[in-house]
């Protein structure tokens, strides 16, 4: 098949891309590229548009207004040719729970015309991969949420996709469930698979991905890659300090000078600066004396909340 | 539709007979028993008393011969009714079955058309299987009452699809019991099944008339009786009507809801 990608190489293309519900704007016009063997995610608090964006990118809900392709083509003309050659694990899972684990697989592959002794083999190599081949007999019901939504990657990768897009892969899932799925994202990202996610979580975008936008109130406000936004919307370090609750309103204009930026938080008080420990020490020379201090590296968190506001309530 | 759409929506099918491989055994068993408990006690056992009253027949033949073609008719209703309320708002809503395979090649027309086309063979097969009992019974007495069984399919579609429709509107099924109990029980009691319509009062038999079932039950009636006139195929038209309105509907809402 041909492929004229009209912009050089980025399998996903959008400018102004829209999406509106009657009133609700749920995306309002963002710009992005992602390009192949990238990890990509949108960042952002629920309701930020992220969902409404990966379901344009899947295919599946029209864009309102702009431009979108996928894989070099337009969603609205090809997107049974386009899904072909993607893999989607939703927020929710899917799953057949009237078939069994390997049902599960090798109906889907059905889907995409997969031969049913390839289906079969494959089904049970993607088990394999996601750790779930003793349970292919099995019926889906019982498995534990982790294992779900392994088998919902492993469904998604059924047709060996170009993209594989998950929104939210990891939400609800314990700590151990995570790792395992981030290893296998991690291989897939090595083994040249294009993955493009949705997270709230900062650890799981600053593991996985190269790149990031983050997005709030349906646009996107920052991106670049993990390291580069922290750069340039946080420090160095971050030097916390709690105070005796009723004391923290009495801090105003205390700290100033000591950080580039501070943030007076209801719990903590936040000093974005180069070196942690000399603010604390300006804090100690200053005469006031916090209950407890911690000096870290900044993180993605630091950038998400600075961006984003500090109404987030997950 | 181009040859990848029939594969397409083959598919959708193919997943339903997986699915049904699991469950057949339970499914045949009460295609076969319902026929069999209503044919014995309301053709066998009401019937043995009216023929010893005073009218003997209805409509000229026996109790049994004038129940068992319009039950057969009544029962694809039924069906339609069960399939397409709770399984198919498991698949739009709590299950999200439809959204698994629109992440697929499938688009919504193929699984609106798989669905549609399970029901066909769904409502066959308890169509054979209530027709193989009326043949045991010794309801049948015609070669021409094998037609009975496409009448009785296109009726499960009558039903079947404008209720796959309004499925999709639902997001709660609490609307589905008042159906049954407003729509399809007074039908099924009513609708010329058990009793000639022409019974009935004026009113009701006007807006009976205006069913699919009444039709069906009519037309399916002289055909197992062996004289239907070539005119009865007129009976086709109302349910015809409301099958082709019913998928035309469908299409609506399930792209509505689907595509969001």
């Known amino acids: 098949m041909a492929v004229t990608p009209s912009h050089p190489t980025a399998l996903v293309h959008a400018r102004g891309l829209t999406k509106r519900f009657k009133a609700l704007v749920a995306v309002d016009g963002i710009d992005f590229d992602v390009e192949r063997g990238q990890a990509f995610g949108f960042l952002g608090p629920n309701g930020a548009g992220k969902t409404s964006t990966m379901r344009m990118i899947g295919c599946v809900s029209s864009p309102t207004a702009g431009t979108l392709r996928v894989l070099g083509m337009d969603p609205i003309v090809d997107g049974p040719r386009i899904r072909a050659r993607l893999g989607v694990v939703p927020q929710l899972d899917t799953l057949d729970m009237e078939l069994h684990v390997d049902e599960n697989l090798i109906t889907y592959a059905r889907y995409f015309d997969i031969p049913r002794d390839v289906a079969r083999r494959r089904a049970q190599e993607l088990l394999e991969f996601v750790q779930l081949q003793e349970r292919a007999h099995d019926d889906v019901e019982p498995l534990s949420g982790g294992m779900k939504r392994r088998l919902t990657i492993a469904r998604a990768l059924v047709n060996e996709p170009e993209i594989l897009l998950l929104d ?123 209950e407890s201090i911690l000096v870290r590296r900044s993180s993605l968190e630091d950038v998400f909340l600075h961006l984003t506001g500090r109404s987030l309530i997950e | ?129 209530f027709f193989a009992v009326m043949v045991v019974f010794g309801a049948i007495s015609s070669l021409a009452a094998l037609l009975i069984i496409p009448v009785a399919v296109l009726n499960g579609l009558a039903f079947g699809t404008p209720m796959m429709a309004f499925t999709a509107t639902q997001r709660k099924d609490k609307h589905f019991p008042t159906i049954g109990r407003f729509i399809i029980t007074p039908l099924f009691l009513l609708g010329g099944v058990f009793f000639p319509i022409a019974k009935l009062p004026v009113p009701a038999q006007v807006i009976a008339w205006f069913t699919p079932l009444a039709h069906s039950v009519a037309l399916a009636r002289q055909l197992a009786i062996g004289n239907a006139p070539a005119f009865a195929l007129a009976h086709l038209a109302v349910p015809l009507l409301y099958a082709i309105a019913g998928i035309v509907a469908a299409g609506i809402t399930f792209r509505r809801r689907l595509t969001l």
Not at chain 1, 176 to 192: C, E, M, N, P, S
Not at chain 2, 34 to 50: K, Y
Not at chain 2, 53 to 78: C, D, H, I, K, N
């Open chain 1, 168 to 290: 939210e892969p990891t939400t609800g899932l314990d700590p151990q469930a995570r790792h395992l799925v981030w290893d296998r994202l991690y291989r897939l990202k090595q083994q040249g698979v294009t993955i493009v996610l949705t997270t709230h979580y900062m650890d799981e975008a600053e593991q996985l991905c190269d790149r990031l936008v983050v997005m709030d109130k349906a646009r996107i406000v920052a991106s670049g890659s993990p390291r580069s936004l922290i750069d340039q919307y946080a420090t160095r370090e971050v030097l916390e300090l709690r105070f005796p609750i009723d004391a923290t309103p009495a801090l105003d204009g205390k700290l100033d000078g000591i950080a580039q930026r501070v943030e007076i938080l209801p719990d903590r008080v936040l000093l974005y600066a180069e070196d942690g420990d000399a603010a604390a020490a300006a804090v100690h020379q200053r005469g006031l004396q916090p």
């Open chain 2, 1 to 129: 539709m181009t040859g990848v759409a029939v594969t397409r929506t083959w598919r959708v099918i193919e997943h339903h007979l997986m699915v049904y491989r699991r469950t057949w055994k339970g499914s045949m068993f009460v295609s076969f028993l319902s026929p069999i408990l209503f044919l014995a006690a309301m053709g066998i056992g009401l019937g043995t008393l009216i023929a010893r009253g005073p009218v003997r027949t209805v409509e000229g033949v026996s109790y049994l011969a004038f129940l068992a073609p319009g039950l057969l008719a009544a029962t694809t209703m039924q069906t339609a009714f069960v399939e397409e309320t709770y399984p198919i708002i498991a698949k739009m809503q709590w299950l999200r079955t439809y959204e698994g395979m629109l992440a697929t090649p499938l688009t919504v027309g193929n699984v609106l058309g798989g669905e549609i086309g399970w029901l066909v063979i769904r409502q066959a097969i308890t169509a054979i299987a």
